[in-house]
């Protein structure tokens, strides 16, 4: 079991795209929030939630055609709904990982986030690489 996990990051390039892509979007994000709020003036709430939503579709994008190399547009749309309800999980997993940590175990919040994002981060990647951009899953398996 524990060998079965570990081989999940035995592509060394695929983690290295991984990490890429997660760190353009989240430039875009910060970027994005920037712009929205300093040239913009849009209240810095919205400008989280737009930023959010535009930095969403970018690491999608650099995840599907760059980091997995899925280049099929069938399944796309279904990907896309796929990688956006994993995006409201990892929302709501980080919340909750920052609860338990923060609240539950008194650990300091920005160790806490940090570890948040390490959890967090394996269970997008593994979701990611295993099912939404395999294209062996079954869920989205190309009708032949």
Do not use: C, P
Request: cysteine-free; glycine content about 4%.
């Amino acid at each position: 079991m524990i060998k079965l996990f570990f081989s999940q990051f035995s592509d060394v390039k695929m983690l290295i795209k991984y990490g890429i892509s997660g760190g353009i979007a989240a430039l875009v994000q910060i970027g994005t929030l920037i712009f929205l709020v300093e040239q913009v003036s849009m209240d810095h709430i919205s400008a989280v939630a737009l930023a959010f939503i535009i930095s969403a579709f970018v690491a999608f994008t650099f995840q599907k055609f760059w980091t997995f190399r899925d280049h099929s547009l069938s399944r796309g749309h279904f990907q896309m709904v796929s990688y956006l309800t994993l995006v409201t999980l990892a929302f709501f997993l980080t919340m909750f990982f920052m609860y338990l940590f923060v609240e539950v175990f008194h650990i300091w919040y920005v160790l806490a986030q940090i570890v948040t994002i390490g959890l967090v981060t394996i269970v997008t990647f593994l979701t990611n690489k295993n099912i939404i951009f395999n294209r062996q899953s079954v869920i989205f398996r190309e009708k032949e």
